[in-house]
């Protein structure tokens, strides 16, 4: 008898339906907020180029008109490597080393016009010499390359400039990078305080829930 009852009692205990309470979970996971997706394009050039020329001590160095020559073709003969050289210049294009530090530049050289009113390839300016100018960005800093070359020689006397027009420039898109990145951290803060808003509201209301159901079985036990 005492076995019987023991199997009707198993049985009737697992056809007995899983209970779910109609109110929410009182620790459920709760929504995690946005990540961040912020991007900051990484800046050209420093907040402040001219001070930074002025004092860092490579480019004072550069900045003195020091012997410069041509290091492309090294390996091949002298007149192979005039050869080479004028057709590079001629391309947009060379190589030179400041001879006192053995700083080598790769030069990109404009040969379609003018840069800031000045030819950046010119053959015509001195015979057997080719002066040259060369824009760029170093170290964060805007420079110029400015020098010629004897074209029998390949050397001749160079040093880097600051470059006043483009830094203004590059300065600008900078300050403006900065803006944008700001007004984007801005946005990002009031999506993140308007989440976290609600998300505060939802536990308090489910605390209430819980609360005014405990009452309730509170009452039907007594």
């Not at 109110?23 to 800046?43: G, H, I």
């Not at 930074?52 to 091949?76: H, I, N, P």
């Not at 029998?152 to 830094?167: H, I, K, Q, S, T």
């Not at 900065?178 to 984007?184: L, P, Q, S």
Request: net charge neutral; hydrophobic share 30%.
């Amino acid at each position: 008898m005492t076995s019987s009852l023991n199997e009707q009692m198993t049985v009737s205990t697992t056809m007995l339906p899983h209970y779910e309470s109609p109110l929410p979970a009182l620790y459920e996971p709760q929504p995690q907020p946005p990540k961040p997706r912020l991007m900051f394009k990484m800046p050209r050039v420093v907040p402040d180029q001219k001070t930074k020329f002025e004092s860092d001590e490579l480019f004072r160095r550069l900045a003195r008109e020091t012997e410069v020559r041509y290091t492309g073709y090294r390996d091949r003969p002298l007149e192979e490597r005039r050869q080479r050289f004028q057709a590079g210049v001629r391309e947009g294009h060379t190589e030179m080393a400041f001879m006192t530090n053995g700083t080598n530049m790769n030069l990109q050289l404009s040969t379609t016009g003018f840069s800031n009113n000045h030819k950046e390839v010119d053959f015509d300016k001195e015979p057997g010499k080719v002066h040259l100018r060369s824009p760029f960005i170093m170290n964060g800093v805007c420079v110029r390359w400015r020098g010629y070359v004897d074209l029998e020689r390949l050397d001749g006397v160079g040093c880097l400039e600051y470059d006043e027009d483009n830094a203004t420039e590059e300065d600008r898109i900078l300050r403006e990078e900065i803006e944008k990145y700001k007004a984007r951290l801005r946005e990002f803060e009031e999506k993140q305080r308007a989440f976290r808003v609600p998300t505060t509201s939802h536990a308090h209301a489910h605390a209430h829930a819980h609360t005014h159901h405990s009452e309730q079985a509170n009452i039907q036990v007594r």
